[in-house]
């Protein structure tokens, strides 16, 4: 069993920058393939970003240069940065987390376990 605890969302005005983090329970925390998803009202959960245990970053189109995903393995947490927020990134944003090799990353079946979400709201 891994938890997942996300801190950091909070409200920021348009093109300000907020970041968030997730930290995860667990000795094997650099064996972890971790994921950013976001849940914005009325919409289907999304996936942002990605990064697998090796460091190697995936984003989704629509955050590509405004989003940046690290990792601390030493302190088992996964960061993901934001600037240039536009209103339509307002979303509760999760972290997911997956051990072994990288795969279906962009999938929310391929995740074992999920946090319990942070909300990211952008005003205009």
């Known amino acids: 069993q891994v938890q997942l605890v996300e801190s950091g969302g909070g409200l920021v005005q348009a093109g300000g920058s907020l970041s968030v983090s997730c930290a995860a329970s667990?000795?094997?925390?650099?064996?972890?393939?971790m994921g950013w998803f976001r849940q914005a009202p009325g919409k289907e959960r999304e996936f942002v970003v990605a990064?697998?245990?090796?460091?190697?970053?995936v984003y989704v189109d629509s955050v590509k240069g405004r989003f940046t995903i690290s990792r601390d393995n030493a302190k088992n947490t996964v960061y993901l940065q934001m600037n240039s927020l536009k209103a339509e990134d307002t979303a509760v944003y999760y972290c997911?987390?997956?051990?072994?090799?990288?795969?279906?990353?962009?999938?929310?079946?391929?995740?074992?376990?999920w946090g319990q979400g942070t909300q990211v709201t952008v005003s205009s």
């Open positions: 667990g000795r094997t925390f650099s064996s972890y393939n």
């Open positions: 990064i697998s245990w090796s460091g190697t970053a």
């Open positions: 997911a987390v997956k051990s072994g090799a990288m795969g279906n990353y962009r999938l929310q079946s391929w995740y074992d376990y």
